[in-house]
T-cell receptor, first 114, second 113 residues
Framework: AQSVTQLDSHVSVSEGTPVLLRCNYSSSYSPSLFWYVQHPNKGLQLLLKYTSAATLVKGINGFEAEFKKSETSFHLTKPSAHMSDAAEYFCVVSDPVAGTALIFGKGTTLSVSS | DSGVTQTPKHLITATGQRVTLRCSPRSGDLSVYWYQQSLDQGLQFLIQYYNGEERAKGNILERFSAQQFPDLHSELNLSSLELGDSALYFC????????????FGPGTRLLVL
């Protein structure tokens, strides 16, 4: 079965410093991997997705993630945090056995201080 | 705005009752997915419909059911509600293929008292 593990439940950074949100996946297949963001009292928004093309994926709002098969990782990064980046971030894998359903990690809360 | 709409935004009801959550997918999307987000279970896939037919089932309780209508909107029915059913219920839609992005609605927050 496929799964994702988000290694940090909470990450705190200062505005203008780099962001690193870590995610490891487990998959028997060639996975599709995603990062979604959820702002307070809002729905889920897709940041970026990996679908076996380029291993470095660029997303919206300056975020990017690198797929590393040897490390089974898909970490999310951003060079410089902004206050508006404070939100909950979910690493997600698609499950081809269950069709196209998404399997979510537990989430990482990103706090950004001024 | 994702283009996926969900009604109602909030729902407060009592244990043992039945509620219906409604979802309208993005224009042209054939697949609808339902997810439940709770504090203890996180975000879990419940069920998927594609063009009116059930495509996949996840951790959906027998007390819950869903359907997708000819106009492609979907309803999630929750019956014999328990306190533990209190959660945020999301609907997502996609064009349907395995690599298609799922776009999420704003969710319905259900509180069972």
């Amino acid at each position: 079965a496929q799964s994702v593990t988000q290694l940090d439940s909470h990450v705190s950074v200062s505005e203008g410093t780099p962001v690193l949100l870590r995610c490891n996946y487990s998959s028997s297949y060639s996975p599709s991997l995603f990062w979604y963001v959820q702002h307070p009292n809002k729905g889920l928004q897709l940041l970026l997705k990996y679908t076996s093309a380029a291993t470095l994926v660029k997303g919206i709002n300056g975020f990017e993630a690198e797929f590393k098969k040897s490390e089974t990782s898909f970490h999310l990064t951003k060079p410089s945090a902004h206050m508006s980046d404070a939100a909950e971030y979910f690493c997600v894998v698609s499950d081809p056995v269950a069709g196209t359903a998404l399997i979510f990690g537990k989430g990482t809360t990103l706090s950004v201080s001024s | 705005d994702s283009g996926v709409t969900q009604t109602p935004k909030h729902l407060i009801t009592a244990t043992g009752q039945r509620v219906t959550l409604r979802c309208s997918p993005r224009s042209g999307d054939l697949s609808v997915y339902w997810y439940q987000q709770s504090l203890d279970q996180g975000l879990q896939f419940l069920i998927q419909y594609y063009n009116g037919e059930e495509r996949a089932k996840g951790n959906i309780l027998e007390r819950f059911s869903a359907q997708q209508f000819p106009d492609l909107h979907s309803e999630l029915n929750l019956s014999s509600l328990e306190l533990g059913d209190s959660a945020l219920y999301f609907c997502a839609s996609s064009a349907g293929g395995p690599l298609e992005t799922q776009y999420f609605g704003p969710g319905t927050r259900l509180l069972v008292l």
